[in-house]
């Protein structure tokens, strides 16, 4: 599987971007995808993530009430409309997914790089203030 990430850019702090990642080939959709970011000099951190049973977005306390997730019907796309950007959202970010169903239910486990198969080659957004 391949994940393309695309959107990423240069915008002004309070601005709005959409990235978006396909994942190919998968004829039978992702169970789950989702966004990770890395600015320079910091840690991985988790961003947001959807599944395909729920339909609803799970975030990082950091960007509710910002950012957006979202997928196509089909499963193969997911979708991040990030809006008010502050300069701190500035990062590389890279689009995950999970193929199958954990066995851990619940969300606990969306944080986690590990639970997720494949990642995608990143994307940069950059938010000047």
């Known amino acids: 599987v391949q994940l393309q990430a695309s959107g990423g850019g240069l915008v002004q702090a309070r601005g709005s971007l959409r990235l978006s990642c396909s994942a190919s080939?998968?004829?039978?959709?992702?169970?789950?995808l989702g966004w990770f970011r890395q600015a320079p000099w910091k840690e991985r951190e988790f961003v947001a993530a959807?599944?395909?049973?729920?339909?609803?977005?799970y975030y990082a306390d950091s960007v509710k009430g910002r950012l957006a997730i979202s997928r196509d019907n089909a499963g193969n796309t997911v979708y991040l409309q990030m809006n008010s950007l502050k300069p701190e959202d500035t990062a590389v970010y890279y689009c995950?997914?999970?193929?199958?169903?954990?066995?851990?239910?619940?969300?606990?486990?969306?944080?986690?790089?590990?639970?997720?198969?494949?990642w995608g080659q990143g994307t940069q957004v950059t938010v000047s203030s």
């Open positions: 995950v997914d999970r193929k199958s169903t954990p066995i851990m239910g619940g969300t606990s486990w969306y944080p986690n790089p590990n639970a997720y198969h494949y």
């Open positions: 959807i599944s395909r049973s729920s339909g609803s977005g």
């Open positions: 080939p998968r004829p039978f959709g992702s169970y789950a």
